[in-house]
């Protein structure tokens, strides 16, 4: 039995508006291959009275926040949101996956999902004399969890900053200092974690006197733009930085790139914030670029299965892989690239190209690696 | 002689509405003390015949000459009472209303502050009634010919209709031919009647009509006057000429929805996706082929644009389902060999016929599935629709050689422009405003201007019929009495105090106030003059005040509101509340 309190939760979700007509669970990339029915469960809540079980719903899990359902909605239900709140009802009893408990201690306790020690957040800066954040430098650039551990996604963060430093762009980082977002903490369902770690940054950013930040991953940009309380800093993703170096000829590019490169646009970046165009005017400057658009591309992006906690989860369906169908559809336009703008899709499509033996023939590239290229 | 107040003082108890929180009993007798009141009476409903008989009786056998009527809002009774009033003999301008239901008793609990604040409110009216002056309305006459303003179905009829009365009708068109959106459809729903053979006699009849003006490629640039006596600009290419007419029927229709705004559905993108005015041209056309080839699967996707607020259009454009039965019927008909699919959130079918049409076109094997899809994507040389069967609880990718969106209607982009032209508002779906949205359904809240057909909501064929006749047949009331009641609180000008400053010219909206060419003061022409007191306001010198309205009269009811003592209240009465 895990139990919760319907009517309110249903309340609370504004899950009264829902007319029931499906568009949520026809747009669910995970509705076609798992048990997941955004629509049903609303519609199961509704009529529940005020005890509803959420025993056996594993695919609670599979979601991975990639917004459609909630974004296409034509009542303003947000069936996303539902899914992580009843999420918090298996936090609460203790009841989530091991991986999931272990990613959550690891950020409690060490600043990172990825069960990393705090102390070497900063090291993969440490050969590059980088100017420390302080009151009166430009930008924060809050590099994130899993550039600052990673090797593969470590070389986007150095790539942006050979591309910031060339363009003469201000901006300092935070070292060890810096701490997790808590963006997966909240999706995975620990809302009481993920409000401690918004207060506890936004006081570290006010220490610091930061005014605007911009971050590597979508999901960084996305909680401190729209999950932390409006404290009238200027958030950005790194992409819209560039574009503006870009638009204002800032940006001067001394190489070519003759590929043919398909942009595969982030959840978090596009469908959660409106950032279309930016990383393909970015793209559209590297000289020799040639760019070919994918079928579902923009609002109609495929989700590449990382979001919402899905890197610490194999999902009820782990078979038939979103990021395979993604590199599928990226090898069909005959491009040479499959470029993106987030870490987690980096991974899941670089995992999934190697999956299809398809290595010589498509590439998964950061468009600030890209950028970098051509410099 | 000095003048002395006699007033009555008539409560209403409106049923319960203001009895079970006021105590009108005490109120009736808290009047019946104040300064200049003669008389003070209670009854259930004051508005019926044998209230107004109170009233009438009472200023003949007591010589009454100020009424104060404590009930409902002036918006609601003034009218009826004004009239009770002249009908006793006096001048309708000598009454009061305190309005102690809006103002008190629905927005208030029962209990002693609400019975005070009634009696407050009363008090306050008898000051002013007691300082009243009669006033005179006057006729002016009106101008025998009416502005249409726009040549779809709507504009049309209404200008037929009129004409036919034996007035001149201008008809104003911005596009360079008549019949609007019916002019592009094909066949009509549930009849299946070619639209040609519809809107080809009308055009015709509106044409060749002996009183009917038409002005295509023509706008209206300007709208001065007022009710019986406008005088409008009308612009054709660089030269704009003025139309003196009485009434004016606003007709400018809706705007189809775009479909690009919903980028997941790939109109635009996609050849085979289409919307429904384009299946329109398409049937017309004789053949429905998409990229040269006949479809063997049709999907119909109900909704686009309507009903959907993460577009903003919260609305039901209510013409989408019956359109699209209608033109999955047709490919019934014409490509008997295709499937053909219509997805649906709700078939709304509530006219004459159109349940028994949607039965037919059911039966002659067209599936509708319950679901509204969420995107449409490629795969090979079809396109697939992903929806779920909300029915069957599935997730469906329905393959599609052809996919016709049914597109709702939505405000013109100009609706804001041609509001504050013509001094109009509009509802939260953006379209015109009607005054009232049962009893008032084609006026506005300007007199005089009315409105018919889409411009005001969606709306099918004959429902944009009935409100163009029912426009014209209210345009026509000013024309047809041939003259106007001008408004008799209007604001004067008292020429000791005034500077000719002009203040007072610059803020009126209806252009009531000029400067006297030899006296060197402000004047107000009264035809125009609405009463609004804006000019009032803004007077340095305090030399304007609205009749009925003045400054003594104003002060005075707030001065009795400053120095109300409260009375001691008995016990409050208890009022049986009706259970409901």
């Known amino acids: 039995m895990l139990q919760i309190e319907s009517r309110s939760f249903a309340r609370e979700h504004e899950l009264f508006a829902c007319v029931q007509c499906g568009k949520c669970t026809a747009g669910c990339p995970m509705a076609l291959k798992t048990k997941l029915n955004p629509r049903q469960l609303i519609q199961r809540l509704l009529v529940a009275g005020n005890g509803f079980d959420l025993e056996g719903r594993e695919e609670l899990w599979d979601c991975t926040t990639c ?10 239900v947000n069936p996303m949101e539902m899914i992580i709140g009843l999420r918090g009802a298996f936090v609460e009893k203790g009841r989530v996956h091991p991986n999931v408990k272990t990613a959550l201690e690891s ?13 070497q957040r900063g090291a993969w800066a440490s050969d590059l004399s980088l100017k420390p954040m302080a009151e009166g430098t430009e930008y924060l650039y809050y590099v994130g969890c899993t550039p600052s551990y990673d090797p593969r996604v470590q070389k986007v963060a150095r790539s942006l900053v050979t591309i910031l430093q060339k363009a003469g762009v201000d901006f300092g980082i935070m070292g060890n200092q810096e701490n997790c977002c808590g963006s997966e903490v909240r999706r995975l369902g620990e809302a009481g974690l993920f409000e401690m770690m918004s207060e506890e940054n936004t006081e570290t950013f006010k220490g610091l006197g930061v005014n605007k930040m911009f971050t590597t991953s979508p999901h960084c940009f996305n909680a401190y733009r729209n999950d932390y309380p409006k404290n009238g800093m200027q958030v950005q993703h790194y992409t819209q930085i560039l574009a503006g170096l870009v638009e204002g000829r800032k940006l001067e590019f001394s190489g070519r790139l003759e590929k043919s490169i398909t942009y595969h646009d982030p959840c978090y970046l596009g469908k959660h914030n409106g950032v279309f165009d930016e990383p393909r005017a970015v793209l559209a400057a590297i000289p020799g670029a040639k760019l070919i658009e994918m079928d579902r591309s923009r609002t109609k992006s495929l989700c590449c299965e990382g979001g919402g906690g899905r890197m610490w989860l194999e999902g009820t369906n782990p078979g038939l892989r979103l990021a395979q169908l993604r590199v599928k559809e990226a090898l069909e336009t005959g491009a040479e690239v499959l470029a993106t703008a987030c870490p987690f899709c980096l991974q899941t499509l670089d995992e999934a190209v190697k999956h299809l033996n398809a290595e010589d023939k498509l590439q998964v590239m950061d468009v600030a690696e890209l950028v970098a290229q051509a410099l | 002689m000095a003048f002395i107040p006699r007033v009555g003082v008539y409560v209403c108890h409106c049923g319960i509405n203001i009895a079970a929180t006021v105590d009108v009993k005490a109120v009736t007798a808290f009047a019946s003390r104040l300064p200049g009141v003669v008389v003070s009476r209670d009854y259930t409903y004051m508005c019926s015949d044998p209230g107004q008989s109170l009233i009438k009786n009472d200023i003949r056998d007591l010589n009454l000459n100020r009424v104060v009527v404590a009930s409902c809002s002036p918006r609601m009774h003034e009218p009826t009472f004004r009239a009770a009033v002249a009908d006793g003999g006096l001048n309708p301008y000598c009454f009061e209303m305190a309005n102690i239901r809006e103002q008190c008793s629905w927005v208030h609990t029962s209990g002693a502050p609400t019975t005070q604040k009634a009696m407050q409110l009363v008090a306050s009216a008898v000051a002013k009634a007691t300082l009243l002056q009669p006033l005179e309305q006057r006729q002016v006459p009106t101008t025998p010919a009416a502005l249409v303003i726009g040549g779809g179905i709507a504009g049309m009829q209404s200008a037929l209709d009129i004409a036919e009365a034996g007035f001149q009708v201008t008809l104003v068109e911005r596009s360079p031919q008549l019949g609007g959106h019916v002019g592009h459809l094909h066949r009509t729903f549930p009849t299946l009647e070619v639209t040609d053979d519809l809107i080809r ?8 009509h002996p009183r009917i003006r038409v002005m295509t490629e023509s706008e209206v640039a300007g709208v001065g006057g ?81 009903r959907d607020q993460a577009i903003g259009n919260a609305y039901c454009s209510r013409i989408c389902c019956m359109v699209a039965a209608k033109q999955a019927s047709l490919v019934r008909e014409r490509l008997p060999q295709a499937d ?31 679901g509204n899809p969420s995107e ?21 990718e329905a393959e599609a050689d052809l996919v016709v969106l049914a597109v709702g209607m939505q405000p013109r982009a100009d609706t804001g422009a041609v509001a504050s032209l013509l001094k109009l508002s509009r509802s939260s779906d953006g379209f015109f405003m009607e005054a009232h949205p049962k009893l008032r359904p084609v006026d506005t809240a300007m007199a005089g201007i009315f409105l018919a057909g889409t411009c005001q909501g969606p709306k099918d064929i004959p429902e944009t019929i009935s409100q163009a006749r029912a426009a014209a047949s209210a345009a026509m009331i000013p024309l047809m009495r041939g003259q106007v009641t001008i408004e008799a609180a ?22 009531a106030l000029s400067l006297h060419p030899t006296r060197g003061v402000m004047t107000v022409n009264a035809v125009l003059c609405q009463g609004c007191g804006a000019c009032a306001t803004a007077c340095p010198s305090g030399a304007i005040n609205v009749k009925h309205f003045t400054f003594d009269q104003v002060m005075a009811q707030i001065e009795v509101l400053s120095d109300f003592e409260v009375p001691s209240i008995p016990v409050p009465a208890t009022v049986e509340t009706a259970q409901a």
């Open chain 2, 376 to 396: 449409i994507i490629r795969r090979g040389d079809r396109v697939v629709v992903r929806a779920e069967d909300t029915l069957l609880g599935e997730p469906v």
């Open chain 2, 340 to 370: 053909v699919t219509v997805f649906f959130m709700d078939v709304r079918a509530f006219g004459k016929n159109f349940e028994e049409f949607y039965d037919d076109v059911r039966k002659s094997g067209v599936v509708y599935r319950r």
């Open chain 2, 490 to 511: 209007t604001s004067f000008v008292d020429e000791e105090l005034c500077s000719g400053c002009g203040q007072c010219a610059s803020i009126c909206t209806f252009a």
């Open chain 2, 226 to 306: 007022y009710v019986g006596n406008f005088l409008v600009g009308v612009r054709h290419g660089q030269e704009t000429v003025e139309v003196p007419v009485g009434a004016i029927v606003v007709a400018t229709g809706f705007e189809i929805f775009d479909a690009r705004r919903k980028p997941e559905l790939g109109y635009g993108a996609y050849p085979e996706v289409i919307t429904t005015a384009d299946f329109e041209r398409l049937a017309a056309s004789g053949e429905i082929r998409v990229n040269g080839r006949e479809p063997k699967k049709v999907v119909f996707i109900h909704c686009v644009g309507s």
């Open chain 1, 67 to 76: 917004a459609t359902c909630s974004t296409r909605c034509p009542k303003k």
């Open chain 1, 107 to 119: 950020t409690f306790r060490q600043g990172n999902p990825l069960t990393m020690p705090r102390d």
């Open chain 2, 201 to 208: 006699p009308v055009i015709e009849s509106v044409t060749h």
